[in-house]
């Protein structure tokens, strides 16, 4: 079997799915071997790609390839075979802390600018830049989405259904958003009618010219939007809010997508923080100024900033920034205990997992005194709100949703080729001052797309190229056929950009053999009454979407269904004929790391990333004709089924089994299945032995992998953590080790 051809890449990232990582690796490869396939890491951890991009100040030792160059690269290849776990997608604060713990580790990367002043310093905060945000995955993701609850797990979470908090018709919750002056409303788009390179400009009133991008070079038959929110709208919308939040005495939260949208969304974050605080920002603003003070990196930037000043005026301002909160409404927590608001960091509430544990738990959050309140939701992009508007509309109606009996929505998202919001980030402004907003054809000097615009507003410009809009209709008329499913593009005609796409959409539905396939386009708030109206039927609906309701609605769904978007198989058919395996639909969990580090109990769920390896597995084995990369997978979802079926996922409570535990069990099952099998001999009897040792010493092995809960550990780093502590702490079974050792010295 050529070497190529038997190639797993695994990610490394971040957080409690690296923690996992460490014991899960010795696994596979224990599995992986017999059949000649290779499991290679690639690190793209938010540490590693900070030291990629700055070599030149690493000592030779220190220095690291650019891992997430060289994997996107690897995604346009046909044999990429990419499993992919959640990383970071840092938040400034969060970049300034991994920064600082590479430093004190002894790498000598620079400083963040957080306001650059100086030619070199915008260099190296452009560099970073590449860092910030949602950073991997509009790299690696050159594939469009495919994201659904296998049947096992569906059947599991039927039979086991997780807690649901009970929706009342006189609950007070509500989603507030913009009505005029948000990107909806003032959105121009078009599809190129041929290739163009153009050039986005600002004319301002004073009679300047600014360049904002001086190139972007757009394909035949690509839609381009012009959008902005308009500052003076966002912060009347934000006044008015908090007014009626504070007379009509329900508690506020914001929610937004920060780490996705990372220009726009801080931006967004920080009016909102500004305005809430506004008679502490106009007595402070000059001393706030000149300590940099940004907001848009959340109310921890601030307190960081003013901790330097002596304690005299650093209290006057803590007294002043309390005194607002007379006139403002109660805030939701983050985390209530530590006095943590929502408005401390962007990153505490993003808005895909935010929302869904907010309409889980009956459409409460916490309030200061940790009690679960009703909350008035502020997501200002009309849009994406109003999809959560319907959903609690339809609570307060039918009831929480039951789990034993609703029915599953899959999804089938754009995003390929950095497409919608993913791309847009280096065509994100804020504007400086008022004019005209221009999108300009370079050979030509046509203006495109034209915007008036004011000081503040935000301006930007997002693409789809017209091959991922063609494969994305292509998914879901595979989706609908191979499930069986009815299938709904989320697409709202008086949006100028879906009205394009729409265009598109009939187009590349006559390229498919659609007969017998129920497939429309509605609205989005059409989409979702339609859609839940067959859940609690306990009928099934694949949402088709665009990028932003791939990632809403994956969170959303799975929530309600399953408890966690943990469970989700998430594969990205790569465009070039590979295919990226991602490990559930969820985040990489940062209170789970903190749970390990004081307690030595990881609650992280693995069961995405046992999912992502078998059809991982399967692929390879289809693509080189492996007939043992094809048992493997068959027997490790076999594993998996068994795994659901014993109830051996990770508990959340110390002392119990935990993401170790889980995966010891998965080992064994898979063992097991190997042993039983006889369409392989040779695996049958490498596996043999171990299916064997492991059933024996079951007992205590999970003895081994539990006494050790309960005491805080040290895994050397948060960020940037000691492999070799990491390793210690993931794998604390001798027995287990020591069995899964055999096996290889054995082969
Ligand atoms: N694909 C990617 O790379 C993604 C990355 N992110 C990044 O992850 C970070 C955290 O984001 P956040 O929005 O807080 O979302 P998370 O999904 O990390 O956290 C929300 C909650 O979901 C539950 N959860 C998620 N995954 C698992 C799992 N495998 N097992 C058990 N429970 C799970 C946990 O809840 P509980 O413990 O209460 O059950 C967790 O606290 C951010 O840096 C964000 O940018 C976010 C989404 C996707
Ligand atoms: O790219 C990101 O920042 C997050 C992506 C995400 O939340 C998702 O894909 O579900
Ligand atoms: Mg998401």
């Not at 070079?217 to 809010?241: N, V």
């Not at 921890?300 to 607002?324: F, M, Q, W």
């Not at 608001?341 to 929302?355: E, F, G, K, Q």
């Not at 004019?435 to 915007?451: C, F, K, M, P, Y």
């Amino acid at each position: 079997m050529p070497a190529e051809h038997s190639r797993i890449i695994y990610t490394l990232t971040d957080e409690a799915p690296l923690l996992a990582t460490y014991s899960f690796l010795p696994i596979i490869r224990t599995f992986a071997a017999p059949a000649g396939i290779d499991i290679v890491e690639s690190n793209i951890s938010v540490a590693n790609r900070i030291l990629g991009e700055f070599p030149e100040y690493l000592s030779d030792m220190q220095k690291v390839p650019n891992t997430l160059a060289e994997l996107g690269k690897k995604t346009l290849e046909p044999d990429a075979n990419i499993i992919k776990l959640p990383n970071i997608s840092a938040s400034v604060h969060q970049l300034v802390s991994a920064i600082k713990e590479l430093q004190a580790k002894g790498y000598q990367v620079p400083n963040f600018p957080e306001d650059p002043k100086t030619d070199a310093e915008r260099a190296i905060r452009a560099r970073y830049a590449k860092v910030l945000g949602s950073a991997v995955n509009p790299v690696l993701r050159e594939g469009n989405s495919d994201r659904r609850a296998p049947l096992a797990v569906k059947n599991y979470a039927r039979k086991n259904p997780h807690s649901m908090g009970e929706w009342s018709m006189a609950s007070r919750t509500h989603v507030a958003h913009m009505k005029h002056g948000d990107f909806y409303h003032g959105e121009k788009s078009m599809t190129l009618d041929r290739a163009r390179d153009v050039k986005m400009e600002l004319l301002t009133k004073s009679g300047k010219t600014i360049v904002l991008k001086p190139e972007v070079k757009l394909l035949d038959g690509e839609i381009i939007d012009s959008m902005f929110m308009s500052k003076k709208a966002l912060c009347a919308f934000y006044e008015e809010q908090f007014e009626d939040a504070r007379k009509t005495g329900v508690m506020l939260s914001l929610h937004v997508k920060a780490t996705m949208m990372k220009v726009s969304h801080p931006i967004v974050f920080g009016h909102a923080v500004k305005i809430f605080y506004k008679e502490a920002f106009a007595k402070h603003g000059q001393l706030f100024d000149e300590l940099g003070v940004n907001v848009n990196n959340g109310m921890v930037n601030l307190y960081d900033k003013i901790a330097t000043l002596p304690s005299s005026k650093r209290e006057e301002i803590i007294r002043d920034l309390h005194a607002c909160h007379e006139h403002r409404p109660e805030l939701a927590m983050v985390d209530s205990a530590k006095g943590i608001t929502n408005l401390h960091a962007p990153n505490d509430v993003i808005v895909d997992a935010s929302m869904p544990a907010m309409i889980r738990i009956g459409g409460k959050m916490w309030g200061a005194d940790g009690k679960p309140k009703d909350t008035k939701a502020v997501i200002p992009e009309s849009t994406f709100a109003r999809i959560y508007q319907e959903v609690i509309n339809f609570c307060k109606t039918n009831g929480n949703f039951d789990p034993r009996t609703m029915g599953t929505v899959p999804n089938v998202g754009l995003m390929a080729q950095q497409a919608e919001e993913y791309g847009s980030h280096d065509k994100t402004f804020e504007v400086s001052e008022d004019g005209v907003a221009n999108i300009v054809d370079l050979a030509t000097g046509e203006v495109l797309l034209s915007q008036n615009v004011e000081a503040g507003d935000i301006w930007r410009m997002c693409q789809v190229k017209d091959a991922a809009i063609r494969d994305w209709v292509k998914l879901a008329v595979t989706r609908a056929r191979n499930s069986g499913m009815p299938a709904v593009f989320w697409l709202d005609p008086y949006r100028p950009h879906e009205a394009e796409l729409i265009k598109k959409v009939q187009t590349y539905l006559k390229d498919h053999d659609t007969s017998g396939l129920d497939i429309q386009i509605m609205s989005q708030v059409r989409a979702m009454r339609y859609t839940l109206e067959r859940v609690i039927r306990g009928l099934d609906t694949i949402s088709v979407t665009g990028n932003i309701l791939r990632d809403y609605l994956t969170d959303l769904f799975p929530i309600m269904e399953l408890g966690t978007s943990a469970k989700m198989l998430s594969i990205v058919p790569l465009m070039a004929g590979g295919g990226m395996y991602e490990t559930g639909a969820g985040g990489s969990a940062p209170k789970h790391v903190q749970q390990l580090v004081e307690e030595n109990h990881l609650r992280w769920d693995s069961l995405g990333e046992f999912l992502a390896l078998a059809v991982s597995m399967e692929d390879l084995g289809i693509k080189t004709g492996s007939e043992k990369a094809k048992i493997l997978a068959r027997t490790l979802d076999a594993a998996t089924g068994k795994l659901l079926d014993n109830n051996k996922g990770p508990s959340p409570k110390t002392g119990q089994l935990d993401n170790r535990g889980s995966q010891f069990y998965l080992a064994m099952y898979w063992a097991q299945e190997l042993a039983a099998q006889t369409d392989d001999a040779e695996l049958q009897a490498h596996f043999a032995p171990l299916a064997k040792t492991l059933a024996e010493n079951e007992a205590r092995i999970v003895e081994e992998l539990n006494s050790v809960q309960g005491k805080p550990v040290d895994i050397g780093g948060y960020y940037f953590p000691d492999p070799k502590k990491v390793s210690a702490v993931m794998r604390p079974s001798p027995t287990f080790n020591a069995a899964l050792d055999a096996v290889a010295t054995a082969g």
